[in-house]
């Protein structure tokens, strides 16, 4: 059974309408037949204030280097980088696991091996 308005929840008092769709509520309201109808998104018109700027076209490449430098500087600032203990965490949880799949892999080889030679040997 659905848990009703948990903490966080978007929108408090759908778990009515979420039942409703749940239970195959085949009976259309007034708003469905309104949306059905239509037949896709609504989408605001552009005015001429809003329309998308041209790109620059007076941009060497050298600007174009220096911006992508900037961006890539920009997004790096956005990062969450690991503390010191996380890194280490992380890091030795991934030797440990090419370890293990390594040996499983050569333990493989090697069976499959020696049973080829004992079979066609």
Known sequence: MAEKDRPGDDVPGDDELLADAAAGDD??????????????????????????????????????IGGFFREVT??????????????????????VFVVIMTSLVAGLDYGFGKAILWALG
Do not use: F, H, M, Q
Request: cysteine-free; glycine content about 14%; aromatic content about 4%.
């Open 27 to 64: 009976v259309p309201d007034d708003d469905d037949a309104r949306v059905g109808a239509g037949g896709g998104t609504a989408l605001a018109e552009r005015t001429k204030d809003e329309s998308p700027r041209p790109r620059k076209s007076g941009r060497g490449p050298l600007g174009r």
């Open 74 to 95: 920009s997004e790096l600032r956005k990062v969450i980088w690991p503390t010191r203990k996380e890194l280490l965490t992380y890091t030795g949880v991934v030797i």
